[in-house]
């Protein structure tokens, strides 16, 4: 049974090692010929790309895909219709916030390499969404084709920015490739026409999906991007451009396994909403799965951070230890607090209240503000992150605890588990001299995988055999 699951999430894996592998490339291209402070400014930008889509975004192809597949067409066109609304006002807000912007981090004469933000953000507002609907019958063959032809033009956009020594603008000229090719693409590989239907009685129902997520998505955006402007005002640009790259090199691993497990999840968790009994069995795996996933990933930034980064980007780029601890177990709180929580209330249709979980990320960000106030360091920003994380896992599962069925406590064990064994590497850590053996480090690290792996042997095979029974013909929603 879990292999078909496997066979059939290649493809979504490799979709999300495009998408957040481009911004991984594009900031060790910028390590190597940037200065910090220009690499700070070009952290600016991204974060500002970043938060306008987060903070705007009604996951279209998401109430698509909780629609009746015989509504299915009157359903997309006009999701398009609330795509390209929304992306217009993304476009004019980044317009009207670019001077204010670029005037608090001391760039006013850069104000419209902000403002060429909200471009991007309308034209990425065309995509046809029907690659992304196919999430709902495990296809990704299509999406993955959409998303390496954008990320490779991308990329050569980003060689040619670098190569006419535009500085952070590079970024633009990137994201300007990228968002055209994406629309383009999107529309060739899509079997039905890309059309716009304002008037319809499913572009009201799309928006009243959708709305709660906008507030979702300022903590969201809070969640991911907030820290960075935190750092740049409070701090200094080249601080910035340091913790930009210390921070991308957890993101980008987080983000996939992430982005990959909410994903499957969720058309896991859709699929078997009438049946009581798989439902549950599948809701239990998932809460075994995703906190064991967020410690293999713990143990390994633990283990070998200091080793590949500054390999990667460059000397210069090397963490403290409790830069790495914190970082470390950030990236762990956050997997554990998105799913599956965050699943489950979107297959239940509770976006408010996931919309008011995710608010509790935005209350935590106080504490990076007092923290890098009184300590005025990168770490301090992390703990603050750290902190509200942990509010927001807490806020989760008071929130998600009816959606959860009772299976909510056995989630919270295991969490609770999987944390322990990591203060436990933690603490070994401590005992080593700083930057250790690569040797040392790559036994620990097999030592936890070992100890994970025979938590998940002990439960998982079980709960598999009645939460993939009949996986390859899914219930219909």
Same mark, same amino acid.
């Given at each position: 049974?879990?292999?078909?699951?496997?066979?059939?999430?290649?493809?979504?894996?490799?979709?999300?090692?495009?998408?957040?592998?481009?911004p991984?490339?594009?900031m060790?291209i910028f390590?190597?010929?940037?200065?910090?402070r220009?690499?700070?400014?070009?952290?600016?930008?991204?974060?500002?790309y970043?938060?306008?889509e987060q903070?705007t975004?009604?996951?279209?192809?998401?109430?698509?895909?909780s #629609?009746?597949?015989?509504?299915y067409?009157?359903?997309?066109?006009?999701a398009?219709?609330?795509?390209?609304?929304?992306?217009?006002i993304?476009?004019?807000?980044?317009?009207?916030a670019a001077p +204010?912007?670029?005037?608090?981090f001391?760039?006013?004469a850069?104000?419209?390499?902000?403002?060429?933000?909200?471009?991007?953000?309308?034209?990425?507002s065309?995509?046809?969404?029907?690659?992304?609907?196919?999430e709902r019958?495990?296809q990704?063959g299509?999406?993955?084709k959409?998303?390496?032809?954008a990320?490779?033009?991308?990329?050569a956009?980003?060689?040619?920015g670098?190569a006419l020594?535009?500085?952070?603008n590079?970024?633009?000229?990137?994201?300007l490739?990228q968002?055209?090719?994406f629309?383009?693409c999107?529309?060739?590989?899509?079997k039905t026409r890309y059309?716009?239907? +304002?008037?319809?009685?499913?572009?009201k129902?799309?928006?009243?999906?959708g709305?709660?997520?906008?507030?979702?998505g300022?903590?969201v955006?809070a969640?991911?991007?907030?820290d960075?402007?935190?750092?740049?005002a409070?701090?200094?640009?080249?601080?910035?451009?340091?913790?930009?790259?210390?921070?991308?090199?957890?993101n980008?691993?987080?983000?996939?396994?992430?982005?990959t497990?909410?994903?499957?999840?969720?058309?896991?968790?859709?699929?078997?909403?009438r049946?009581?009994?798989?439902?549950a069995?599948?809701?239990?795996l998932?809460s075994?799965?995703?906190?064991?996933?967020?410690g +293999?990933?713990a143990a390994?930034?633990?283990t070998?951070?200091?080793?590949?980064?500054?390999?990667?980007?460059?000397?210069?780029?090397?963490?403290?230890?409790?830069m790495v601890?914190?970082?470390?177990?950030t990236?762990?709180?956050?997997?554990v607090?998105?799913?599956?929580? #965050?699943?489950?209330?979107l %297959?239940?249709?509770r976006t408010?209240r996931l919309?008011?979980?995710?608010?509790?990320?935005v209350?935590?960000?106080?504490?990076?503000i007092v923290?890098?106030?009184?300590?005025? %360091?990168?770490?301090?920003s992390?703990?603050?992150?750290?902190t509200?994380?942990?509010?927001?896992?807490?806020?989760?599962h008071c929130l998600a605890?009816v959606?959860?069925r009772?299976?909510?406590?056995f989630?919270?064990?295991?969490i609770?588990?999987?944390a322990?064994a990591i203060?436990?590497?933690?603490a070994?850590?401590?005992?080593?001299?700083?930057?250790?053996?690569?040797?040392?480090?790559?036994?620990l690290l097999?030592?936890?995988t %070992?100890?994970?792996s025979?938590?998940?042997?002990?439960?998982?095979?079980a709960?598999?055999?009645?939460a993939? %029974?009949? +996986?390859?013909t899914p219930?219909e929603g």
């Amino acid at each position: 049974m879990l292999q078909k699951v496997v066979a059939r999430a290649s493809p979504l894996a490799l979709i999300y090692a495009f998408e957040l592998g481009l911004p991984a490339v594009r900031m060790v291209i910028f390590s190597h010929f940037l200065d910090l402070r220009e690499l700070g400014f070009a952290s600016l930008l991204a974060a500002l790309y970043g938060t306008l889509e987060q903070v705007t975004d009604v996951a279209m192809y998401k109430f698509v895909l909780s #629609t009746p597949r015989e509504d299915y067409e009157e359903a997309v066109a006009s999701a398009h219709a609330l795509s390209v609304a929304r992306g217009l006002i993304v476009g004019l807000l980044a317009l009207a916030a670019a001077p +204010f912007v670029a005037q608090a981090f001391q760039l006013g004469a850069e104000w419209p390499s902000f403002a060429a933000v909200g471009l991007v953000a309308f034209i990425r507002s065309f995509e046809h969404l029907e690659p992304r609907v196919a999430e709902r019958d495990y296809q990704y063959g299509s999406q993955a084709k959409v998303v390496g032809v954008a990320n490779g033009f991308g990329l050569a956009a980003i060689a040619v920015g670098v190569a006419l020594r535009l500085g952070a603008n590079a970024l633009i000229l990137s994201l300007l490739a990228q968002s055209l090719s994406f629309v383009v693409c999107s529309a060739l590989v899509s079997k039905t026409r890309y059309r716009l239907r +304002f008037r319809s009685p499913f572009f009201k129902r799309a928006f009243t999906f959708g709305y709660p997520l906008m507030i979702n998505g300022v903590g969201v955006a809070a969640g991911s991007q907030a820290d960075r402007y935190l750092v740049g005002a409070m701090l200094s640009l080249p601080a910035l451009g340091l913790y930009s790259v210390l921070t991308l090199a957890i993101n980008v691993p987080m983000s996939i396994v992430m982005r990959t497990v909410q994903v499957l999840s969720m058309a896991a968790l859709f699929n078997a909403r009438r049946d009581e009994r798989m439902f549950a069995a599948r809701l239990r795996l998932a809460s075994l799965v995703v906190p064991a996933v967020a410690g +293999f990933l713990a143990a390994g930034v633990l283990t070998l951070m200091n080793y590949v980064v500054p390999l990667v980007f460059g000397p210069k780029f090397v963490a403290s230890r409790t830069m790495v601890f914190l970082l470390a177990f950030t990236a762990f709180v956050r997997l554990v607090r998105n799913d599956p929580g #965050t699943s489950l209330l979107l %297959t239940e249709g509770r976006t408010r209240r996931l919309a008011l979980a995710n608010l509790f990320v935005v209350g935590g960000l106080l504490f990076s503000i007092v923290f890098i106030y009184f300590w005025r %360091t990168i770490e301090a920003s992390v703990a603050g992150r750290l902190t509200a994380e942990f509010m927001g896992l807490i806020a989760m599962h008071c929130l998600a605890g009816v959606a959860f069925r009772g299976i909510g406590r056995f989630n919270l064990l295991v969490i609770a588990a999987v944390a322990a064994a990591i203060a436990a590497l933690c603490a070994i850590l401590c005992l080593l001299p700083h930057g250790g053996n690569l040797t040392g480090n790559l036994a620990l690290l097999a030592a936890c995988t %070992t100890g994970l792996s025979l938590l998940l042997s002990r439960f998982a095979p079980a709960l598999a055999s009645v939460a993939f %029974t009949g +996986f390859g013909t899914p219930t219909e929603g």
